[in-house]
């Protein structure tokens, strides 16, 4: 149960995009179609951005996007904007029926 | 609306036990997977253990197996996590965690603090 590898740390500027990648194997993020990203701000808990790869839940901006190629998913967000700085967080269903997450990545807004 | 509130943490001394709860509301509790993730201080999250809508599947992470249950009662709308045998790198904050339906986790409490010194 290896945690995924994503970048410690992006940033960009208003108005950019920016992307954040998550690299598993063919147990996880390659076997399957569910993952997942969380956004969290410091002291408070995560929230779903990003569910099955690429879909949105209700309300979610259409800023944020996902996709996966084989190993690697990947989080973007385009339109860069100041709310947008916070840590993200890729996740993972398993083969051993058990989820595993990222070492997570601190997003700043220059 | 949709909420979790998680409870029971506290400070415990290395090899004690601690039960944390979780109170689900707003929603069927018995129609929904449930997971535990914890986060240690200034660390990334950590999944720890998922049980399923009945309670009758339970999966959990390599670090705690056979130290830690995940437990469900249906009639209280209840998700326990009994942790027993506890160690100095299991201090976290707890969060509990209501699963989609589609191997995400939707619905998030707002955590419990777990501190394990001596």
């Known amino acids: 149960q290896s945690a995924l590898t994503q970048p410690a740390s992006v940033s960009g500027s208003p108005g950019q995009s920016i992307t954040i990648s998550c690299t598993g194997t063919?147990?996880?993020?390659?076997?399957?179609?569910?993952v997942s990203w969380y956004q969290q701000y410091p002291g408070k808990a995560p929230k779903l951005m990003i569910y099955?790869?690429?879909n949105r839940p209700s309300g979610i901006s259409n800023r944020f996007s996902g996709s996966k190629s084989g190993n690697t998913a990947s989080l973007t967000i385009s339109g860069l904007q100041a709310e947008d700085e916070a840590h993200y967080y890729c996740s993972s269903y398993t083969s051993s029926n058990t989820w595993v997450f990222g070492g997570g990545t601190k997003l700043t807004v220059l | 609306q949709v909420q979790l509130v998680e409870s029971g943490g506290g400070v415990v001394q290395p090899g004690r036990s601690l039960r944390l709860s979780c109170e689900a509301s707003g929603f069927t509790f018995s129609s929904y997977g449930m997971h535990w993730v914890r986060q240690a201080p200034g660390k990334g999250l950590e999944w720890v253990a998922v049980i399923s809508d009945d309670g009758n599947k339970k999966y959990y992470a390599d670090s705690v197996k056979g130290r830690f249950t995940i437990s469900r009662d249906k009639s209280k709308k209840t998700l326990y996590l009994q942790m027993n045998s506890l160690r100095a790198e299991d201090t976290a904050v707890y969060y509990c965690a209501k699963d989609s339906k589609i191997y995400s986790m939707d619905v998030w409490g707002q955590g419990t603090t777990v501190t394990v010194s001596s």
């Open positions: 099955e790869v690429s």
């Open positions: 063919s147990s996880d993020v390659g076997g399957y179609k569910y």
